[in-house]
């Protein structure tokens, strides 16, 4: 009995329509990287474990994908490692590699790595997948693509600016409207100090970051059960309700840091500020907002975070990032401070796609179709199709002497927009009769006025 062909839960096949429409998504977002001076680079699919644990949380470490160790995975074990039901231990003996989580991390070795190779400040820009063990639902899938882009080696606030205008270029190209959320881990960390649980920063910054997912009550819940304190929950919701303008809640801001003399926090502001101020000198298309409950999950931000939701279609995040200073310390080097964003090419098509937002020409497929009449007519056609070609037109024969109406058919499930026939009297009088399959409309042409024609 024959196996009935499958794929991973969370993973998906993409056909030509997709791929064409991808690869619209993934040029657009490299066209604009290489406009702000970003350079390209890659990383292996899978990195060692000890490069990725301990660096996303604990909620991030349950998500990696582990690979079993080659060969006899189970060499290292006994008996009593599995009697002991150690999952973790358990692990570490038979799997040294993961596949990559996020782009950042892999990221910040690379940098340690090849210090010596590349200039600081480096800019550089990744499009690559990534696996997260997390259950596949809507918009959320097990292996996707982000396409990156970092600064790293400097901590001038001239990078997130620079960022939030990528942010803007890309998805006002792409047609999104869409409203970018922006706050500062060092604000929530001022937070923290001035509720009187510092130690509790990353307990209240990945509550916090459910707030849209889960609502405030069960954030309040999560933050008790992290023993955090009625009274301190209490003092957090006039910060997590904090409403006005961003200048207004920046002032806010700056009174409650003052009146409890929180410099983590103050510096936090400050830095929101620079960036506002930054702002108020270009054109930026979409709504940069100051959001106090923006949190991202992850443990390596520092200073400013970002995320991106599309104000038109309903799905979380298509874009976030923020500053690490402290990312590539774990790898033996110190004091390199970094900012960067991750678009979420998978949910960008998503939306793409609810909003029926897709050019025509975001699938370069053929342009033009040559009928096979037979030897004679396959022999002439082919230097006609290498000219066509050669002026970057897209073309192609049918490969059989099939009948026309197949031939015909096939040239309309692939939306060819122009179909040649050539037989006797065409290759005698050296033309083309060119058939539009928009309108129906045949004409006699010869191949130069075919390329101007479809140039």
Not at 133 to 144: T, V
Not at 360 to 381: L, P
Not at 394 to 411: D, F, L, S, T, V
């Amino acid at each position: 009995m024959a196996q009935k062909p499958s794929i991973p839960k969370g993973t998906r096949d993409f056909l030509p329509l997709e791929m064409g429409r991808r690869n619209y998504i993934f040029n657009t977002i490299k066209k604009i990287f290489q406009l702000y001076g970003y350079l390209p680079i890659e990383t292996p699919a899978m990195e060692n474990l000890s490069t990725l644990t301990g660096k996303y949380g604990e909620e991030g470490d349950r998500l990696l994908f582990k690979i079993l160790n080659s060969g006899d995975y189970l060499k290292k074990t006994n008996d009593f490692d599995f009697k002991e039901g150690n999952s973790n231990k358990l692990t570490s003996l038979i799997s040294e590699k993961g596949l990559r989580y996020d782009l950042t991390v892999p990221f910040a070795r690379f940098v340690v790595q090849h210090r010596n190779d590349i200039v600081f400040p480096f800019k550089r820009y990744q499009i690559q997948p990534v696996w997260r063990a997390d259950k596949p639902q809507k918009g959320r899938y097990r292996e996707f693509f982000q396409c990156d882009v970092d600064a790293i080696g400097t901590t001038s606030l001239l990078n997130e600016l620079e960022l939030i205008q990528i942010m803007d270029d890309v998805f006002d190209t792409l047609k999104i409207n869409v409203e970018i959320k922006i706050n500062n881990r060092k604000i929530l960390s001022g937070i923290a100090e001035i509720i009187g649980f510092p130690d509790k920063i990353i307990d209240i910054t990945i509550a916090i970051d459910k707030l849209d997912k889960i609502g405030l009550e069960n954030v309040n819940a999560e933050l008790l059960s992290k023993g955090i304190s009625e009274k301190a929950i209490e003092q957090l919701q006039p910060v997590l309700n904090l409403s006005g303008t961003n200048s207004d809640k920046i002032l806010k801001l700056k009174k409650m840091f003052s009146d409890f003399n929180s410099e983590t926090g103050l510096k936090g502001v400050n830095e929101i500020e620079t960036i506002f101020e930054y702002l108020e000198n270009i054109k930026i298309k979409s709504d940069v907002t100051l959001d106090l409950t923006l949190a991202r999950g992850l443990d390596y931000y520092t200073g400013a975070i970002f995320e991106v939701k599309a104000k038109d279609a309903k799905i979380g995040s298509i874009c976030g990032g923020g500053r690490y200073d402290n990312l590539t310390g774990i790898f033996g080097l110190k004091d390199v401070s970094g900012v960067g964003i991750s678009f979420g090419a998978d949910r960008i098509y998503d939306v793409l796609e609810q909003l029926n937002a897709f050019p025509d020409y975001a699938v370069s497929s053929t342009k033009i179709m040559f009928v096979n009449f037979g030897d004679k007519e396959e022999k002439y056609c082919i230097p006609l199709l290498a000219k066509i070609r050669k002026a970057g037109i897209n073309a192609e024969i049918y490969p059989e002497q099939a009948k026309m109406k197949k031939q015909m058919n096939y040239a309309n499930k692939k939306n060819v927009p122009y179909v040649v026939l050539v037989g006797e009297n065409e290759m005698k009088q050296n033309i083309l009769s060119v058939k539009n399959m928009d309108n129906g409309e045949q004409k006699s042409i010869s191949v130069e006025e075919l390329i101007d024609m479809v140039k």
